[in-house]
């Protein structure tokens, strides 16, 4: 019985889209791109749903999507590509350490205008989820909205 429990556990994990790992099965390209498209086009609340829980926990989703409202992104890039990724230690807002997939993406705008921007993704319950910038989080824990004046990045941050 025991190794039929074990059997039917292994084949739910599998079917979460889950690697023996642990390691969500999703390419990290795809999802950093898919998170990007909904912060440029201001779908606040879908960006929402793919937070790191961590993230989630000190910016709810109402709190974070109203204060993402505030400042609407108006340059929309006419392209987004992931042009590299790598295993990256990153911080999460609240001093811990996890592994990252440091994902690349080359936005080009009007004008032959383009970025390099960076997302970090870390595996979470089978799925990638992406962070908030070590600022934003300083700002949800305040309970202040990253977007209202005075806050904003150091000059050294994308």
């Keep these: 019985m025991r190794y039929l ?19 969500p099965k999703d390419d990290p390209k795809q999802a950093a791109v898919k998170v990007l498209n909904q912060i440029v086009h201001n779908h606040y609340t879908e960006a929402w749903d793919d937070l790191h829980p961590a993230d989630q926990a000190v910016a709810p989703r109402d ?18 590509r992931a042009v590299g990724v790598k ?17 690349a993406l080359r936005l080009g705008f009007e004008g032959g205008f ?29 309970d202040r909205c990253p977007t209202d004046a005075g806050s904003s990045p150091p000059p050294s941050q994308s």
């Design 5 to 23: 429990l074990a059997a039917f556990a292994a084949l739910a994990i599998a079917g979460c889209g889950v690697s023996s790992s642990g390691t």
């Design 63 to 80: 709190e974070y999507v109203g204060c993402e409202s505030r400042s609407p992104v108006i340059a929309i890039p006419l392209t987004v």
């Design 87 to 103: 295993d990256e230690s990153i911080g999460l807002g609240d001093g811990s350490f996890v592994q990252s997939k440091a994902v």
């Design 114 to 142: 383009a970025v390099t921007h960076t997302v970090h993704l870390v595996a979470s319950h089978g799925a990638w989820k992406w962070i908030l910038p070590s600022w934003r989080f300083r700002d949800y824990k305040a």
